[in-house]
């Protein structure tokens, strides 16, 4: 299913810092692929399959009522994604093995046309994040593997999300109600 767009406003915040942060100081209208939901939001058709996009960064942040997923990437923008809640068991795409998950929730973003590596090496800091926040415990990545990348976001419980992609950067953005 291809999720609509819709163009929607940005509030502006007074700490600057904390926008920056969190990477989206430089959107003023990004565009809403999701409404609030536990359903899936997929769209194949943001960039050609015979090209890719680097992710750059994955950073979270809590915000007031949700916790914030921010992926950055370069090169042609944001990749085709799929995000939904799974059950266990997760495994790596390369090797097959489990991936131990925390909490009660987990909710997959994959990439189609994504790659984290350059040259042989990483071009992402972390692969694995442990931020403690209020719904958001762990987020690991599980496949970076022929043009496609996989994380599993590990929640106290699969509450609502919804899912933005900005630009200049650009970015795609789930963020989790608390």
């Known amino acids: 299913m291809i999720m609509a767009f819709a163009a929607v406003s940005i509030t502006a915040c007074s700490n600057k810092e904390e926008e920056n942060r969190a990477g989206v100081q430089q959107a003023a209208s990004p565009d809403t692929l999701s409404s609030w939901t536990t359903g899936i939001v997929h769209d194949s058709t ?12 994955v950073r979270t942040e809590s915000r007031q009522g949700f916790d914030r997923i921010v992926i950055q990437f370069s090169g042609r923008g944001i990749p085709g994604f799929h995000i939904e809640y799974v059950d266990e068991p997760v495994h790596e795409c390369g090797s097959g093995r489990p991936v131990e998950l925390e909490g009660n929730g ?22 694995i994040l442990k931020p403690q926040l209020p719904v958001l415990l762990r987020l690991t990545t599980v496949c970076d593997f022929e043009n496609y990348v996989a994380w599993i976001a590990s929640v106290k419980i699969p509450n609502r999300f919804q899912v933005l992609a900005l630009d200049n950067p650009p970015r795609l953005v789930v963020d989790i109600r608390h």
Do not use: N
């Not at 943001?46 to 960064?57: K, M």
């Not at 973003?109 to 090496?121: N, P, V, Y």
């Open 46 to 57: 943001r960039i050609p399959a015979d090209t890719f996009s680097i992710v750059r960064d």
């Open 106 to 127: 987990w909710l997959m973003i994959k990439f189609l046309s994504a790659r984290m590596h350059e040259a042989g090496q990483s071009a992402v800091p972390r692969r």
